[in-house]
């Protein structure tokens, strides 16, 4: 017992170690970020430092934007509330295309990887299709669903679909054919093989691939609004390029960043809890 | 001598080689082979010979090229619902924790959840893995993972139990242990076993019969040797005595021409 006692006071101890050195790190991340605004700052305005590349003061400022420029108009667009709208339209786009995108690649990657005469079948037009460079569908796809949110939902999940097609198949098909052979001897059905063998190895490799297709759906909406549309966040970042106002496209892209971190900080979540058994690379800690 | 619990009838299993066309490699020739009931049958044989392929044609994975498969008495079609499987690799579900590895049979079966729970820990608890009902297969030792396997087989209650080198992954200590521990589950209700193996001394301590194979390709068996000591067996004490060296030292001398002639083909390949 004392010495069950000693184990758990050593990794309490292990534990705060960790936990301050985090905090250290979290301190640098902070300290990096603000010396890169401070940076920016100090190029950007006007008569500060002496002009050794621009000939006129004003031109840094206005090819580069200004940090505290940049701030007062997120500020504004958060305080005032205009920026939700945009916000919300960006987010629903994204979530719709990464849900459809998901769901569709699940089910077509399971029926390709299950039936091989489907699989050799559409196996060249699955490749054609991927390598397609797919971004020039967008302005065709503003063409046929119009300028609201349909036709940025389909092209993110052109771009969702074979991030996680290709996982799902890859899931399939490696499958351990021993845990495989395992479930047959214990009675499983074909419909149960799905249900409790391949479709849980073919999870695990889609929430593997869940970063790159939320980072991809997001893409796909910003990128829709940016060539046409009437709404959302890439609709305002085209605006201000169209008047050369630099402060509200970096602030945009900003604002966009943010978010992305924050559907990455989520997808993150949802990972470790829905993967628990997963065995992690490295469970010791160094003292 | 009543029906066996299991029947391999003029086994041939033949694949297609994967290179040159028409080629072929019989991995298993002629072989005729039972398991009497509440029998232990153990199957030695140098590496490579064939043994798992056999296990596999009793299991109804794989379908023989000629022969036939009675279990108790019925031609075998599709999979061997009789039989439990236990496997030489980790066939446990890495998605499941232990409890649900071992009911998953049952779950196969539609027995509602609260039932399949009750009997998957009557069944950890006799396997002796109480308290470790919700770890995952990677939390557990290789010797852990073993008896969740055991107890996932033995909980369905199979008429005959196929085991393929289940131990050989394991360190000795804890194989002497586990090969104690199928000897007691064993005891408790006589069931038919199909052990294969390539250790002779896990052989003898374990069977009732030792068979020997040939080495491959077109293995068969050439020996059969009744395994006379007294049940019940301590594995680690039983290996000691002179009725076991003197087995041992028999069967050996039949084998040894097999293994040097496996180990000189998989040389020169």
Same mark, same amino acid.
Request: glycine share 8%; charged share 20%.
């Given at each position: 017992?004392?010495?069950?006692?000693?184990?758990?006071?050593?990794?309490?101890?292990?534990?705060? =170690?960790?936990?301050?050195?985090?905090?250290?790190?979290? &301190?640098? =991340?902070?300290?990096?970020?603000?010396?890169?605004?401070?940076? $920016?700052?100090?190029?950007?305005?006007?008569?500060?430092?002496?002009?050794?590349?621009?000939?006129?003061?004003?031109?840094?400022?206005?090819?580069?934007?200004?940090?505290?420029?940049?701030?007062?108009?997120?500020?504004?667009?958060?305080?005032?509330?205009?920026?939700?709208?945009? &916000?919300?339209?960006?987010?629903?786009?994204? &979530?719709?295309?990464?849900?459809?995108?998901?769901?569709?690649?699940?089910?077509?990657?399971? $029926?390709?990887?299950?039936?091989?005469?489907?699989?050799?079948?559409?196996?060249?037009?699955?490749?054609?299709?991927?390598?397609?460079?797919?971004?020039?569908?967008?302005?065709?796809?503003?063409? $046929?669903?119009?300028?609201?949110?349909?036709?940025?939902?389909?092209?993110?999940?052109?771009?969702?679909?074979?991030?996680?097609?290709?996982?799902?198949?890859?899931?399939?098909?490696?499958?351990?054919?021993?845990?495989?052979?395992?479930?047959?001897?214990?009675?499983?059905?074909?419909?149960?093989?799905?249900?409790?063998?391949?479709?849980?190895?073919?999870?695990?490799?889609?929430?593997?691939?869940?970063?790159?297709?939320?980072?991809?759906?997001?893409?796909?909406?910003?990128?829709?609004?940016?060539?046409?549309?009437?709404?959302?966040?890439?609709?305002?970042?085209?605006?201000?390029?169209?008047?050369?106002?630099?402060?509200?496209?970096?602030?945009?892209?900003?604002?966009?960043?943010?978010?992305?971190?924050?559907?990455?900080?989520?997808?993150?979540?949802?990972?470790?809890?829905?993967?628990? $058994?997963?065995?992690?690379?490295?469970?010791?800690?160094? &003292? | 001598?009543?029906?066996?619990?299991?029947?391999?009838?003029?086994?041939?299993?033949?694949?297609?080689?994967?290179?040159?066309?028409?080629?072929?490699?019989?991995?298993?020739?002629?072989?005729?082979?039972?398991?009497?009931?509440?029998?232990?049958?153990?199957?030695?044989?140098? #590496?490579?010979?064939?043994? *798992?392929?056999?296990?596999?044609?009793?299991?109804?994975?794989?379908?023989? *090229?000629?022969?036939?498969?009675?279990?108790? !008495?019925? @031609?075998?079609?599709?999979?061997?619902?009789?039989?439990?499987?236990?496997?030489?690799?980790?066939?446990?579900?890495?998605?499941?924790?232990?409890? %649900?590895?071992?009911?998953?049979?049952?779950? +196969?079966?539609?027995?509602?959840?609260?039932?399949?729970?009750?009997?998957?820990?009557?069944?950890? %608890?006799?396997?002796?893995? #109480?308290?470790?009902?919700?770890?995952?297969?990677?939390?557990?030792?290789?010797?852990?993972?073993?008896?969740?396997?055991?107890?996932?087989?033995?909980?369905? %209650?199979?008429?005959?139990?196929?085991?393929?080198?289940? +131990?050989?992954?394991?360190?000795?200590?804890?194989?002497?242990?586990?090969?104690?521990?199928?000897?007691?589950?064993?005891?408790?209700?006589?069931?038919?076993?199909? +052990?294969?193996?390539?250790?002779?001394?896990?052989?003898?301590?374990?069977?009732?019969?030792?068979?020997?194979?040939?080495?491959?390709?077109?293995?068969? @068996?050439? !020996?059969?040797?009744?395994?006379?000591?007294?049940?019940?067996?301590?594995?680690?004490?039983?290996?000691?005595?002179?009725?076991?060296?003197?087995?041992?030292?028999?069967?050996?001398?039949?084998?040894?021409?097999?293994?040097?002639?496996?180990?000189?083909?998989?040389?020169?390949?």
């Amino acid at each position: 017992m004392p010495e069950a006692a000693r184990v758990e006071g050593e990794s309490e101890g292990r534990r705060t =170690h960790l936990r301050a050195s985090r905090g250290r790190l979290a &301190l640098y =991340h902070v300290l990096l970020l603000g010396g890169l605004f401070l940076f $920016w700052y100090v190029m950007t305005e006007p008569g500060l430092i002496p002009p050794f590349y621009f000939d006129d003061p004003m031109r840094a400022k206005f090819f580069f934007g200004q940090p505290h420029v940049v701030f007062k108009r997120i500020w504004a667009w958060f305080a005032g509330g205009s920026i939700y709208l945009h &916000l919300g339209v960006t987010l629903l786009e994204t &979530l719709l295309a990464f849900a459809i995108g998901t769901v569709l690649g699940l089910a077509f990657g399971l $029926w390709l990887a299950l039936s091989p005469t489907a699989s050799t079948l559409a196996d060249p037009y699955i490749k054609a299709m991927n390598a397609m460079p797919r971004v020039i569908l967008a302005p065709i796809f503003a063409v $046929w669903f119009g300028l609201g949110i349909t036709s940025k939902v389909v092209f993110g999940v052109t771009l969702v679909f074979f991030i996680v097609f290709f996982n799902v198949y890859q899931g399939v098909k490696e499958v351990s054919p021993v845990v495989l052979a395992n479930a047959r001897m214990l009675g499983a059905s074909r419909q149960q093989l799905l249900r409790y063998v391949y479709l849980p190895s073919a999870t695990s490799w889609v929430f593997s691939s869940l970063h790159t297709s939320i980072g991809l759906a997001f893409v796909g909406a910003v990128v829709g609004e940016y060539l046409g549309s009437a709404r959302g966040v890439g609709y305002l970042i085209h605006q201000a390029e169209g008047v050369f106002d630099i402060d509200t496209v970096l602030a945009g892209i900003l604002v966009l960043t943010m978010f992305a971190l924050i559907l990455d900080f989520i997808v993150t979540q949802i990972e470790s809890r829905l993967l628990v $058994w997963r065995p992690r690379a490295a469970e010791t800690e160094r &003292l | 001598m009543s029906t066996p619990a299991l029947l391999l009838e003029r086994i041939t299993c033949t694949f297609a080689s994967r290179e040159g066309q028409g080629e072929r490699y019989t991995a298993v020739k002629d072989t005729t082979l039972a398991v009497g009931a509440g029998e232990f049958v153990s199957v030695v044989g140098p #590496t490579g010979c064939g043994k *798992s392929t056999l296990l596999n044609v009793a299991a109804g994975l794989l379908l023989p *090229s000629s022969g036939n498969v009675r279990v108790l !008495g019925e @031609p075998l079609a599709g999979i061997n619902a009789k039989a439990g499987y236990m496997f030489q690799a980790e066939s446990l579900m890495p998605w499941r924790n232990a409890l %649900d590895n071992v009911l998953a049979g049952l779950e +196969f079966a539609g027995i509602d959840r609260g039932e399949a729970e009750k009997r998957a820990r009557e069944w950890l %608890d006799r396997v002796g893995l #109480t308290g470790f009902e919700h770890r995952y297969p990677h939390e557990l030792s290789g010797g852990m993972r073993k008896r969740v396997a055991l107890a996932q087989i033995l909980i369905l %209650d199979p008429r005959l139990l196929l085991m393929d080198e289940p +131990f050989s992954a394991l360190d000795v200590q804890t194989r002497q242990l586990m090969e104690n521990e199928l000897l007691d589950l064993w005891s408790a209700d006589r069931k038919s076993v199909l +052990f294969i193996t390539h250790d002779l001394e896990e052989a003898i301590a374990l069977s009732d019969r030792v068979i020997v194979l040939s080495a491959g390709p077109a293995t068969h @068996p050439i !020996g059969e040797y009744a395994i006379d000591l007294p049940r019940p067996r301590d594995v680690n004490e039983i290996r000691l005595t002179p009725r076991f060296l003197e087995l041992h030292a028999e069967i050996w001398h039949k084998m040894k021409n097999e293994v040097l002639k496996g180990y000189a083909r998989s040389r020169k390949s």
